[in-house]
């Protein structure tokens, strides 16, 4: 039998996707849409696979290893596995400085 994983949204992570989809919007509502499902698929197939994303390269280089990723397009799902909860926590823009990003959002945050 498969284990399940919860996924469970931060509350930053669901302002970051409304973000980027009303950005998108600006241009055209049906890419924002397809956009939006491009994300929320590829985030849902953690409940069965969390440990396929690879492990943020910027954190990495810092030593911080529990942080994982997954790439759709130009935007980075930045989540974390914790027992039977996959944690999303950012979803960023790769253009970015995403080292900087991150750094300060994930050694505050005590999720």
Do not use: C
Request: no cysteine; net charge positive; charged share 30%.
């Amino acid at each position: 039998m498969k284990k399940v994983y919860e996924i469970i949204w931060s509350e930053t992570s669901e302002k970051d996707l409304i973000n980027i989809i009303e950005y998108l919007a600006q241009d055209s509502s049906s890419i924002a849409y397809e956009k939006f499902k491009e994300i929320q698929e590829k985030a849902s197939g953690l409940q069965s696979f969390p440990n396929r994303g690879r492990i943020v390269s910027e954190l990495k280089q810092q030593g911080i290893i529990q942080y994982r990723e997954l790439i759709v397009s130009a935007w980075r799902i930045i989540y974390r596995i914790s027992e039977k909860r996959v944690y999303v926590l950012s979803v960023l823009d790769s253009r970015q400085n995403v080292e900087d990003i991150l750094l300060k959002r994930l050694i505050g945050s005590k999720l």
